[in-house]
């Protein structure tokens, strides 16, 4: 579609935001006393030139470290907070849930709350009279919705508050971490409402930490870190590119971009992208030349020993397409690989992987051996590469990769290098059954 047929919702351009930082209180009023304008404070860009666009009927995800921006774009989008410089502009009804009290009146009844909200929507007493069973019944707080929203509980608070915000019909949803506080079954229930609206047209802009929610709801996605824009594109890559920001490989991350930004624009001069639409999210981050660990996610304080004679130099992570990724979809096949150099002779080395969740437990894992995969004798400065692919079959969450090389000699156990915990597997899961894994069960089910 071109750049004229587009409709936007939400238009930001070269947003910034800052703020004034002061030593000391009374730095304020020196400051505002100076005659000679003497400046007292520091500068904090909360954001520093943001821009984006969100289509209608999109629904836009915003990722990022804590303090990357997040919360405040979505502040200044919604008119919460006035920017320092640039311009945003909406077109449509907003319906907002950014922090648990925002809006809401303490003293005031959950019922009083509602029409008060609604007024400040912009729907009349008799709309939010037709609109308030839907929000109760959707809420399921009971009779407390006659009681003062101070003496709710956080969870009750939620629930309120996201029935409101998702049952007014809203032209635009912005959402920021609300459904943090829910319990799952109402975590669950606001997702499928927010399916259902997201497939009415309704455009949805959120900020979760939940990249599983990421990858399955967002059209695009926008990455921010410390108030920068650093790029937009398909979810999954824009997490990809996340998580290298979280293993503190940012420097690497913005020379890639900017080597492929390089890269594209050469080609637009030389014809060989002609008509195309250049921008950052054109950038791929799946096929590089180089190392395969330098393009994902490594854990830099992996644990790591062995006496040396062998050396796991290179790993990676293939997806089904080929990408290499730590994001793994379950019931996809995957590929683990391993490149290994030795230093010494060895008769008989093993080749092993294992991955264990968050509390450190085994969960699976095979080597050479059990596989029965013929190895054959090595000598100084032998490579081995290999390659260990099988099906996604773990739940939907986070889990841990190690791997090594091993032997036997004399009937003893032998460590030339093992990796700990050397990477992150994020498994995205559209259906999870119960436990930590799934034996893809057929079900069928006659009545009569």
């Known amino acids: 579609m071109s750049e004229e047929k587009k409709e936007y919702a939400i238009s930001v351009k070269d947003v910034t935001k800052v703020y004034r930082l002061y030593d000391r209180p009374i730095d304020r009023l020196k400051e505002s006393l100076s005659v000679s304008h003497k400046s007292y404070h520091k500068d ?7 821009s984006f666009a969100v289509e209608k009927g999109q629904t836009v995800g915003i990722i990022g470290t804590n303090g990357s921006g997040k919360s405040t774009i979505l502040k200044i989008i919604t008119g919460v907070l006035t920017p320092t410089s640039g311009q945003v502009e909406v077109k449509g009804k907003i319906s907002a849930l950014l922090e648990l009290g925002a809006g809401f009146n303490m003293d005031y009844t959950g019922i009083e709350n509602i029409y008060m909200n609604g007024t400040m929507m912009g729907y009349s007493k008799k709309e939010m009279d037709e609109k308030l069973q839907e929000i109760l019944d959707f809420a399921e707080i009971g009779d407390f919705v006659y009681q003062p929203v101070k003496t709710y509980s ?3 608070f939620v629930r309120l508050a996201f029935a409101l915000a998702i049952n007014v019909e809203p032209e635009i949803l912005i959402v920021d971490e609300a459904l943090s506080v829910g319990d799952v079954f109402f975590q669950a229930k606001c997702y499928r409402r927010m399916e259902e609206i997201r497939k009415s047209g309704t455009t949805i802009l959120m900020v979760t930490h ?8 967002c059209d695009k996605v926008v990455l921010l870190n410390k108030g920068e824009f650093i790029a937009e594109g398909s979810a999954g890559q824009m997490v990809d590119m996340y998580k290298k920001i979280l293993a503190g490989k940012l420097d690497s991350l913005m020379e890639e971009l900017q ?14 992208a002609e008509e195309e639409e250049i921008s950052m999210s054109d950038f791929s981050a799946g096929i590089h030349d180089g190392l395969m660990k330098e393009q994902i996610t490594i854990n830099e304080n992996r644990t790591e020993y062995g006496d040396g004679r062998a050396e ?20 996809e096949m995957f590929t683990i690989r391993e490149h290994i150099r030795f230093h010494a002779s060895i008769e008989s080395p093993i080749f092993t992987y294992t991955i264990k969740d968050k509390k450190g437990t085994e969960l699976s894992g095979t080597n050479t051996m059990y596989e029965g995969t013929e190895i054959m004798p090595v000598k100084d400065g032998d490579e081995y590469k290999v390659e260990f692919k099988q099906k996604m079959t773990l739940q939907g969450g986070e889990y841990l990769l190690s791997m090594s090389c091993t032997g036997f000699e004399q009937g003893e156990h032998v460590v030339y290098h093992r990796l700990y ?3 992150n597997i994020t498994v995205i899961s559209n259906k999870n059954t119960v436990g930590i894994y799934d034996m893809e069960s057929q079900v069928t089910a006659v009545r009569g």
């Open 259 to 272: 080597q492929e930004r390089e890269t594209v624009l050469n080609e637009v001069s030389q014809g060989a």
């Open 44 to 50: 904090f860009f909360a954001l520093n030139t943001i």
């Open 421 to 423: 915990d050397v990477a």
């Open 210 to 217: 939940d990249m599983g929610s990421i990858i399955k709801y």
């Open 312 to 331: 796991i130099y290179d790993l990676g992570l293939f997806d089904q397409r080929g990408n290499l990724t730590n994001l793994l979809l379950k019931g």
């Open 154 to 156: 956080s969870g009750m």
